[in-house]
């Protein structure tokens, strides 16, 4: 079988170039690094240059393309409802109707509530704005590691220094716990002796923070931005119901991880999870700009008429859209898909691992994998240096791969939930070569 990808010229290609030079001048650049070239074009899980270059895409533009980039039910759906209605505000359209149904029927059975926005910050920012309304006090628990956007609230409420140095005075009330990063955990446990300390050093710092007026608790299904970290099988559970037990909103942050992300249609359902609000975000639209706030009735019911709106939220085009993706996953088993070809990906990269000096873990479930790179296995020094370098290797050989991570060392292995095996063994022979040239090279 020919090759998907290829890739003609040492990146980036002179049309790229080109665009790269205008893009540096006239777009502010404080955005995060990439591979050196511009997208044309896209199909699946394929993505074209402006030089024709063609890639397998391992970052479904940062976790936002589940369905595939362009997927023709998609395009149908959006340009059909592009052609009757795009804005309408407030007003109800059979579309939001419809799509509103349908949220509700997909995510946990206590969420009987939709409320319609754009991004995943901006419905980050609700949660908590419900929080306070509901419960009247003002405290947030959040977690070190943590990542719920970079809008005021969102960023007051992040447990990495990037997002929101030199950016205060940040909201008040905010009390940062650690969460549970197995692979660097700061109290020297290993999951095979982890009797969950790190959940009791929670509860400590809460009790010693707090003025009592603690409202909610805010966590990501798994932190991704911080280099796709998961916590250990039945921690969220027993923050749930510790929340529930002090009567506190349990918020839960499923803006990178819903829409068969990790193997299920949300990760709540790993671990059998009612959150009193649950923010969806990134793969509802599938590159439409849409997001949601799930919740409970008695919860976001505090709220009254015309105290919390958005301006293009729910309107017609990104309901449309919505529609059509969960049509889409439903008629083609995405998330049976994202178990099958994640278990080859996974099964693969530990593979690699064993081989390569620098690839100190690798996490994840479903199609949501993280490499984390490291000078050296036994000190577990983070090697972000090393990240670029895999980045602009794959992308010469074919493969976008992105970066995450507290440290910055952490390759994100994400693509589009359609990926097929041809797609999955050529990327992941593309990734081999790449580490071992890397470390042969080294060494």
């Known amino acids: 079988m020919p090759n998907l990808t290829n890739v003609q010229h040492p990146l980036p290609g002179p049309k790229s170039r080109q665009l790269l030079d205008a893009w540096h ?63 309408n505000y407030d007003f109800p359209t059979p579309e939001r109707v419809a799509f509103a149904k349908r949220m ?19 419905a980050c920012e609700a949660a908590v704005r419900v929080a306070k309304r509901y419960t009247g006090k003002f405290e947030i628990v959040s977690f070190v590691g943590g990542f719920h956007g970079r809008t005021y609230a969102a960023m007051s409420l992040a447990g990495m220094a990037g997002t929101k140095r030199q950016y205060g005075p940040l909201m008040p009330g905010v009390i940062r716990a650690p969460f549970p990063y197995c692979y660097r955990c700061p109290l020297g446990k290993c999951p095979d002796s982890c009797s969950m300390e790190c959940f009791d050093l ?71 999870l009612r959150p009193h609000l649950m923010a ?63 278990a080859i990906i996974k099964d693969r990269l530990l593979q690699i691992q064993e081989k390569c000096p620098y690839l100190g873990d690798v996490r994840g479930r479903g199609l949501v994998i993280g490499m984390e790179f490291v000078k050296d296995k036994q000190t577990r020094e983070p090697a972000p240096d090393i990240t670029r370098q895999v980045i602009d290797n794959a992308a010469q050989h074919g493969v ?17 939930l359609m990926i097929h095996d041809a797609e999955v063994h050529e990327s992941l022979d593309i990734m081999e070569q790449v580490l071992t040239t890397l470390y042969t090279r080294e060494g």
């Open 400 to 416: 976008l791969v992105g970066s995450v991570g507290i440290y910055g060392n952490v390759i994100r292995v994400a693509p589009p």
């Open 104 to 122: 509700v029927e997909t995510t946990p059975p206590n969420l009987d509530k939709a409320f319609f926005l754009t991004t995943g910050s901006e």
């Open 202 to 272: 929670m509860e400590t710092i809460v009790d010693a923070s707090t003025t009592g007026s603690l409202a909610a608790v805010m966590v990501e299904a798994y932190q991704g931005a911080a280099g796709f970290i998961f916590a250990p099988d039945g921690y969220l559970k027993r923050l749930e119901t510790w929340a529930r037990d002090r009567d506190l909103v349990f918020i839960l942050d499923e803006v990178q991880s819903s829409y068969g992300r990790t193997g299920k249609m949300y990760a709540a359902e790993w671990d059998d």
């Open 25 to 87: 001048q006239y777009e502010a650049q404080c955005t995060g690094y990439q591979a050196q070239l511009v997208w044309d074009h896209a199909e699946g899980v394929l993505v074209t240059d402006v030089d024709g270059n063609k890639f397998i895409d391992w970052t479904s533009g940062v976790l936002v393309a589940n369905v595939g980039h362009s997927h023709p039910k998609h395009v149908e759906a959006v340009q059909r409802q592009a052609g009757r209605l795009m804005n």
């Open 280 to 342: 969806v975000g990134k793969g509802i639209g599938s590159g439409i700009p849409t997001s949601a706030l799930m919740a409970e009735s008695q919860v976001i019911g505090a709220l009254g008429q015309g105290e919390m709106s958005s301006t293009c939220g729910g309107n017609p085009v990104s309901c449309a859209a919505g529609l059509a993706v969960l049509d889409i996953m439903e008629a083609e088993d995405l998330i049976g898909n994202a178990n099958r070809m994640g």
